[in-house]
């Protein structure tokens, strides 16, 4: 499976601000894909990062307020704007395995605290 | 669109007995049932999955079973080791490249 990383590996911002969100993959994906899990709770899909292509949000999720960049095969960025104590949690990129799709493979998270 | 629910929330078992996580979805057209492991201040890890066209897969100590006509799949850990403590996660998608939606979840305690 892709090795994949993040950074910040954590961060606590001040409400208002916004933070950008990096995802490195070590080889060429297809599909990578940005999810939000908040405390304690299960994973949500925010959006579909296509290289080429503007993103596709989830329900619930807006480009104003999560904007992501997918410049390369390589790596996706998601920036969390305006933030406010609410988007505290885990953010996770995950990517699809080459010739298979469905397969997902997670990097290790950024956790945000937003005070 | 897809719903997937997973039972039990939080699992208490002790070293070298079973545990059983069952989920289900709604959508018939899933074809594809991954299973993850969240160990605390870890991502998500793939540990197994299984797709529509097959009833039941292993994989040394962890297997997992389907019911496309009941709509409902099952993780099973044997002879449970207390590394094997964490938050598991059931997902079913429809299609190669389309989201996954997760099940909320179980937390498993191995007690030595």
């Known amino acids: 499976s892709a090795v994949i990383s993040q950074k910040p590996s954590r961060d606590i911002c001040q409400r208002g601000t916004s933070l950008t969100i990096q995802c490195q993959v070590d080889s060429q994906v297809t599909m990578m894909f940005w999810y939000r899990q908040q405390p304690g709770q299960s994973l949500t899909l925010i959006a579909t990062a296509n290289q080429g292509s503007e993103a596709t949000y989830e329900s619930g999720f807006v480009i104003d307020k999560f904007p992501i960049s997918r410049p390369n095969l390589t790596f996706s960025t998601l920036t969390v704007s305006n933030m406010s104590p609410e988007d505290s949690s885990i953010y996770l990129c995950?990517?699809?395995?080459?010739?298979?799709?469905?397969?997902?493979?997670f990097g290790p998270g950024t956790r945000l605290t937003v005070t | 669109g897809e719903n997937v629910e997973q039972h039990p929330s939080t699992l208490s078992v002790q070293e070298g007995d079973s545990a059983v996580i069952k989920c289900t979805y709604s959508d018939s057209a899933s074809n594809y049932f991954p299973w993850y492991k969240q160990e605390l201040g870890k991502g998500p890890q793939l540990i197994i999955d299984?797709?529509?066209?097959?009833g039941e897969k292993k994989d040394q100590r962890i297997a997992v079973t389907l019911n496309k006509t009941a709509k409902h799949f099952s993780l099973h850990i044997t002879e449970t080791q207390p590394e094997d403590s964490a938050v598991y996660f059931c997902a079913a998608s429809m299609a190669a490249g389309n989201k996954l939606t997760f099940g909320g979840g179980t937390r498993v305690l191995v007690k030595p």
């Open positions: 299984i797709r529509s066209n097959v």
């Open positions: 995950s990517v699809g395995r080459q010739g298979n799709l469905q397969e997902q493979y």
